[in-house]
């Protein structure tokens, strides 16, 4: 007998991560990191497990969105999915009334990444291989087959793509040695949340250093001279051969961004990450026309593959920072993978968050071994919150990622923490309200 998918699960879990201003940045000051944390469940016992990432109230919003798309999935076989994954993306963000709440953007579509990525687990550990290595190892035809070139065809074809591929094949053996040997470079955030105070800014920058890390990131955006001190003084902590990337999580207008970016240029910022709404693909292209060289980094909140194609044909952006659940899970970001070797931009994986380290690391390996073949000026994203609540969490050493042995997309939640977490009527959050 066949075996089927039986259940699309979602739960509401988040972390009170705002009690010591975690992840604190000028559009957030006070987030608590959650996730709509999906298990996809088969008649065979097995399971895969996925989430999107949200940073609180509205997290329930995401679980509807999850148990809305769960009927197009529930009573299909799982052969038939993972035969054809692209057509199973497609499947959920395609779906003729319920696209009309994106289509193809917000919380529908990330309750799809939620889905395939769940997905992309449970294939992972059917295979017995982690998905960056899954990946990997498909051909470069079964990798075009994930694709939807439809909306892209203007900007990157089937054949160009096969080609992009097909350059990189006879090197991915050595890669991957090389990838399980010395891992994949991160730089870390740790340091740089905007709530932290000055003294706890040089420790972390100084420890950041000193564990190996080649870069941090410092938000900016709330306070001009705030900003000027702050980066002064990580400036001062690391030296002159640390990058050291600023991150305006969107606070400002498009003039604003470029006088504010003059005033924190003697301390040679890398980069500057969203420096203005992250839909005005004209306006970061205009800022980054204006800051130069500095460099412009945007892509956590951009939707889907269509927009990374229109920054990218803009001129909008030095480094792409795709997400792991913004976009449509693992499918789609093998499409931006892709548009992103074609225009020959760099991808620095957004991280953080819930167990975005955890799945994002997958995605910048593949990318490694079989698409961009090259680490050079590519790093990911690396927090030190919420690792110990799943299973396979990241491993860092010496400032790299150490790449994924286990089977699958490393999203599974440890059961007692997902419990403990679950929102409202998990321990943690009685105890809060308590």
Request: aromatic letters at 8%.
């Amino acid at each position: 007998m066949a075996e089927l998918i039986i259940a699309v699960e979602t739960a509401d879990v988040r972390f009170p991560t705002s009690l010591d201003l975690d992840g604190s940045d000028a559009m957030n000051p006070e987030p608590d990191y959650s996730g709509a944390y999906v298990t996809v469940r088969t008649s065979s016992g097995a399971a895969g497990y996925g989430l999107a990432f949200t940073v609180g109230r509205g997290n329930e919003v995401e679980v509807a969105a999850v148990q809305a798309l769960a009927q197009l999935v529930v009573g299909l076989p799982v052969d038939e999915v993972l035969g054809d994954l692209g057509a199973f993306s497609r499947r959920l963000t395609g779906d003729s009334q319920l696209r009309w709440l994106g289509p193809e953007k917000g919380a529908i579509h990330m309750a799809a990444a939620a889905i395939v990525n769940a997905v992309w687990d449970l294939y992972g550990r059917r295979e017995g291989k982690p998905v960056w290595r899954l990946l990997a190892e498909l051909s470069p035809e079964q990798l075009v087959g994930l694709v939807d070139f439809r909306y892209l065809q203007d900007a990157l074809t089937r054949e160009e793509a096969l080609d992009i591929l097909r350059r990189a094949e006879p090197g991915r053996a050595e890669r991957t040695e090389r990838l399980m040997s010395e891992g994949f470079p991160a730089y870390t955030t740790t340091p740089g949340w905007l709530g932290y105070s000055d003294e706890k800014l040089v420790r972390l920058s100084r420890a950041a250093v000193a564990e190996g890390f080649t870069q941090i990131k410092l938000k900016v955006g709330a306070d001009p001279d705030d900003d000027v001190r702050r980066l002064r003084l990580a400036r001062e902590a690391v030296g002159p051969g640390i990058r050291i990337a600023v991150d305006a999580n969107q606070a400002w207008g498009v003039q604003q961004a470029i006088e504010w970016m003059r005033q924190l240029a003697p301390y040679d910022p890398y980069w500057i990450e969203e420096p203005t709404s992250p839909d005005d693909i004209l306006g970061h292209a205009a800022v980054r026309r204006a800051v130069a060289p500095i460099k412009v980094a945007t892509g956590e909140h951009t939707h889907n593959q269509v927009m990374f194609k229109q920054l990218l044909q803009a001129g909008s952006l030095d480094i792409l920072q795709m997400d792991a659940s913004r976009t449509a899970g693992v499918t789609e970001n093998v499409a931006i993978l892709l548009l992103a070797a074609k225009f020959g931009v760099p991808v620095c994986p957004h991280a953080g968050g819930l167990g975005l380290c955890e799945m994002v690391q997958h995605l910048a390996m593949f990318d490694y071994v079989a698409v961009s073949g090259t680490q050079q000026d590519r790093v990911i994203e690396y927090v030190d919150h919420l690792h110990e609540h799943f299973t396979d969490p990241v491993r860092i050493r010496r400032g790299r990622y150490l790449a994924p042995t286990a089977p699958g997309l490393s999203a599974e939640l440890r059961a007692q923490s997902a419990a403990a977490h679950r929102f409202p009527e998990g321990a943690v959050w009685k105890r809060k309200a308590a």
